[in-house]
C-alpha cells in the first residue's frame, strides 16, 4: 500500500482551466502538506494542515485553495491555471506539525503542465 | 529570510570513493536536520536526520553537524552508481522547514 498517495500523476491542461489534485494518506498522521518544485528543483512548502486545521499558508496566489475534508486527505484546487503554475506538486504528511523529530513522507508527485 | 544553501553541482565522484555533500543555513535557531535523496522523476525520500552536533551514522552514510560553523554535510561511503541522485538538505526550527535546493551526484563507474 502507497502511505501517501496523490492523483493524478501527470496533468496537462490550457490555461484559464480549474484542476485538482487529490492526495490521501494512511499512515495516521495528523499534518500534511502541499509542495511546489519548479524546474530548479527548488522545493517550497505552499500550505500545511494539522487534523485539518490550516496551519502554514505560504505566499501562494488565491488561485490555489486548499481542502482537507478529513485528516488523511489534502486536496488542492487551482482556478484560471497560468503557464508559471507548471510544476511538480508533492503531497505530504507528517506525524507531527513541528520540524522537530518529524520525518515527512512524499507523495509521488503530481507534473502539472499548462500550455 | 533564512535560507539553506547547497552547491548545485553536479558532483561526480568515482565508484567506490567518499562523496561529501555540504549545506550551509543562515538560522542560528535551527533545531533539526534532514538528508532527503530525490532520484530524478521522483519524489524525495528522508536518508537521515541529526538534531545534535557531531557525527551521526548509519551505514555507509554519516552525517555531520556543526551549529557554531552553521553547516550540515552528508558522507557517502563506498559510493555506488546507485547513489546517483540529488540530495536535498533541510532545516527545521519551531514550525518551519527551510529545504536546499539540492546538489546533483553522479557516482561514475
Known amino acids: 500500500d502507497t502511505a501517501v498517495s496523490q492523483t493524478p500523476k501527470y496533468l496537462v491542461t490550457q490555461m484559464g482551466n480549474d484542476k485538482s489534485i487529490k492526495c490521501e494518506q494512511n499512515l495516521g498522521h495528523d499534518t500534511m502538506y502541499w509542495y511546489k518544485q519548479d524546474s530548479k528543483k527548488f522545493l517550497k512548502i505552499m500550505f500545511s494542515y494539522n487534523n485539518k486545521e490550516l496551519i502554514i499558508n505560504e505566499t501562494v496566489p488565491n488561485r490555489f485553495s486548499p481542502k482537507s475534508p478529513d485528516k488523511a486527505h489534502l486536496n488542492l484546487h487551482i482556478n484560471s491555471l497560468e503557464l508559471g503554475d507548471s510544476a511538480v506538486y508533492f503531497c505530504a504528511s507528517s506525524q507531527g506539525q513541528g520540524a522537530i523529530g518529524n520525518t515527512i513522507y512524499f507523495g509521488e508527485g503530481s507534473w502539472l503542465t499548462v500550455v | 529570510q533564512k535560507e539553506v544553501e547547497q552547491n548545485s553541482g553536479p558532483l561526480s565522484v568515482p565508484e567506490g570513493a567518499i562523496a561529501s555533500l555540504n549545506c550551509t543555513y543562515s538560522d542560528r535557531g535551527s533545531q533539526s536536520f534532514f538528508w532527503y535523496r530525490q532520484y530524478s522523476g521522483k519524489s524525495p525520500e528522508l536518508i537521515m536526520f541529526i538534531y545534535s552536533n557531531g557525527d551521526k551514522e548509519d551505514g555507509r552514510f554519516t552525517a555531520q553537524l556543526n551549529k557554531a560553523s552553521q553547516y550540515v554535510s552528508l558522507l557517502i561511503r563506498d559510493s555506488q552508481p546507485s547513489d546517483s541522485a540529488t540530495y536535498l538538505c533541510?532545516?527545521?526550527?519551531?514550525?518551519?522547514?527551510?529545504w536546499g535546493a539540492g546538489t546533483k551526484l553522479i557516482i561514475k563507474p
Open positions: 533541510a532545516v527545521g526550527s519551531n514550525y518551519q522547514l527551510i
